[in-house]
């Protein structure tokens, strides 16, 4: 098994790349699953991560964990608190907007209550279209296929927000099963070598919640994505594997007034 792509890491937290595919713990939705993003870090690291924020399972990119319980609550109040940059790429279906906020208020998916009976809550996606393509092919009813590169930066931290956004919008992911379209994702996965949700997260930015610096992480795409990304004329947008940790910018006193 292929060691984990470890982005950075000190005394109180590390960054990883989460496989697409892979969940990050056990839960009642994980039956009969054996293989955990924890446990992994665990074996990996040989000392146990803790938690501070999520990914869905067929998502890929950038997860930060606490090495102890104390740091992942402060980096947990941190994401909550929404002091935290989140982009993300995604491969959509159609020519998406230039530019645009999303802002359709969205109810829990929480499982335990039928969906129309959670309250709607107030979700908001900056999304901006990077590239575009036209297939010579017939996917659907039209005999030309059109895809967008977007990138989505979530404001609020609904569940499957960005998938639900840019569904919603007429953008939906290619490959997600639960709000795309099968036909382009059968297209994708069978046509195209990519049977996987095309969304990844490429960039974290937080303060340390112990260092005197902001951590801010880029994290390549896998090879699928990347592979998509070339036949598609999209190199230009493929990020790369970066740390940066500026100082915390304190504001002066004249600021503060």
């Known amino acids: 098994m292929q060691p984990l792509n470890i982005l950075y890491q000190d005394e109180h937290l590390v960054a990883v790349h989460k496989p697409s595919g892979l969940l990050v713990h056990r839960s009642a939705l994980a039956r009969g699953e054996t293989e955990f993003l924890l446990q992994r870090m665990r ?7 803790y938690p501070v924020h999520r990914l869905d399972r067929p998502t890929s990119g950038v997860m930060v964990f606490g090495l102890s319980s104390e740091a992942a609550a402060l980096l947990s109040e941190g994401f909550s608190e929404r002091q935290v940059e989140k982009r993300y790429l995604a491969v959509v279906r159609g020519k998406a907007p230039e530019q645009e906020r999303l802002d359709y208020p969205l109810r829990e998916e929480d499982g ?3 969906k129309a009976e959670m309250p709607a809550m107030p979700a908001m996606t900056d999304i901006r279209r990077l590239d575009s393509v036209e297939l010579p092919v017939q996917v659907d009813r039209y005999p030309v296929a059109r895809y967008s590169l977007v990138e989505a930066r979530p404001l609020t931290g609904r569940r499957h927000q960005i998938r639900r956004h840019l569904s919603r919008r007429g953008y939906p992911i290619i490959g997600d099963a639960k709000h795309g379209k099968s036909v382009h994702n059968r297209f994708f996965a069978e046509q195209m070598a990519a049977p996987r949700l095309l969304l990844a997260a490429t960039y974290l930015a937080f303060d340390h919640p112990l260092l005197d610096k ?4 880029s994290c390549a795409v896998d090879e ?3 592979n998509l990304f070339e036949q598609f004329g999209w190199q230009g947008h493929l990020p790369l594997d970066s740390v940066r940790t500026p100082p915390i910018a304190t ?3 004249l600021q503060a007034l």
């Open 251 to 253: 504001p002066s006193a």
């Open 43 to 49: 074996d990996q690291l040989g000392k146990r991560v």
């Open 224 to 226: 699928t994505m990347k």
């Open 112 to 114: 335990t209550r039928p």
């Open 214 to 217: 902001r951590i801010q992480l």
